[in-house]
């Protein structure tokens, strides 16, 4: 193994047989993360069919459906931090495990629910345990590359988790023209069997050498201001009324509770996380920039899936199909990014992709019911391309930012600032849609029953719902309800080219520009790993 040039020579770091095998170790670990990413998106195609009455579906509610989707992520969210730290004490490989068992018990039930309250449940469950499995991968990935080849890695990852959040919706799609609504969850198990067999044999255990003593308060705190957080977003979403006093005492409780977290943190002599960590000006850059492009991306992708299928008629399946430029150039410059902040620096790399992701959210403020479809194929790649020119360098920053046996507390800080930015994210600007839709609805409602006014002004799909119940009468709702979306939609676009502009403006003033050369004898002593 060599080391960097002008560094002296100490030896590998990390035992000879895992580096022999880190590639194949980084396969298995990107196995794993791809069913609990692709999860995210995969139930997003199965929601109608879920909502049709038995034996078709479950004859869920549109709140029935809505806690469906939000129960994972309220769970997920909020036990990521604290799935870190016990990966960083008790062992990343046996965290992963117990992760991956979880996670596929659980999709294993929520396949055969018989209730939508049953199936609410069991996608917990499935939160539960993917929250143990997305932080231990990035850590163990820490763990078995060396430091010159950790953004080269940390790439590789970055862009499968880009394929996977855009297969997930053309897997559900082929699911669904075959099976029952429940494959979409059953296609977990064997996969779950498949990396569990893998990674007992191929990946070594890791963990902080030195844990100290366990903070039972500080995980309590952070478990509970993430959770009464992102619920009170996610309320807010769905009301679309963030004033409203249920919402604001909720966001409010959890805002306190994390203010709370860190106070105490900054005075236990033990602490989960060392917050003194954000006084280094690269490391919080690099995080608030993660939560601020997931703000933005999430909104305008929860926007667009309407923009397919709504507006343009495109099927489940054919919509995921749009997502494939997304996935490809992620794919293809995720692994190269780094080469681009060899040669212009993080900050020059990730300041131009801000401003790429802001000019790929716009356009949208420009599309139109006859927009030829070539030209959001073409954006969906730029957005792809500055995705992975963020996402590599940002991640690399924050990774290489804590020292090696903190792996797992750096990869769950960066994940919970991912997944609450897109909570946030998907509900602000979801708010935005929906009452700048209701806005340029309304007032085409008037000849509708009173009973349903209020119903048909809700969302596109609930105006052309109705319309589809009247029959010919409501065929001339369908071109207002097309108008009014359209014009939520770039309303909704502008306010996301707007945060990504915020981003990019804090990128070009607080990220450095070229990395430093790593030195070997400058870095912290290797953790203990076993090699089995």
Known sequence: MTTPAGSPTLGPRIPEAVHRRRWVILGVLMLSLLIVVLD????????????????????????????????????????LFTAGILGDRLGRKKVLLGGLAVFGLGSAFAAFAGSPTELILFRAVMGLGAAFVMPATLAVLMNVFEREEQPKAIGIWAGGVGLAIAIGPITGGILLDHFWWGSVFLINVPIVIIALVLMTVLVPDSRDPKPGRV?????????????????????????????????LATIGAGLAVLVGFVLFEKRSDHPSIDVTYFRDKTFAT???????????????????VFYTQSVRGYSPLQTGLLMLPLAAAQLIFAPRARLAVDRFGNRATTTAAMLLIAATLAAFATFGTDTPIWVLEVVFFLMGTAMAHIMTPTSVVIMQALP????????????????????????????????AYRGGIEDKLGALPADVRHTAGESIEATLGVAAKLGPRGDSLVAPANDAFLHAMHLTALCGAGVALLGALVVALCLPGRPEAPQEAEEKPQLTSADH
């Open 404 to 435: 090696r046996e903190k792996a797992g507390s750096a990869s769950a800080l960066s994940n919970t600032f991912r997944q609450v930015g897109g909570a946030l994210g998907i509900a602000v600007l979801g708010s935005v849609l929906s009452a």
């Open 215 to 247: 903070d039972p308060v500080g995980v309590v705190l952070s478990v509970v201001g993430l959770v009464l957080l992102v619920y009170g977003v996610i309320k807010g979403g769905q009301l679309a009324d963030f004033t409203d006093p249920q919402v």
């Open 286 to 304: 690099a995080m608030s920039v993660i939560a601020l492009v997931f703000f933005a991306l999430m909104g305008v992708t929860f926007f667009s």
């Open 40 to 79: 995210n998106s995969i139930l997003n195609v199965a929601i109608r069919t879920i909502s049709t009455p038995a034996p078709t579906g479950l004859g869920a509610t549109q709140s029935e459906l809505e806690w469906a989707i939000n129960a994972y992520t309220l769970v997920f969210a909020g036990l």
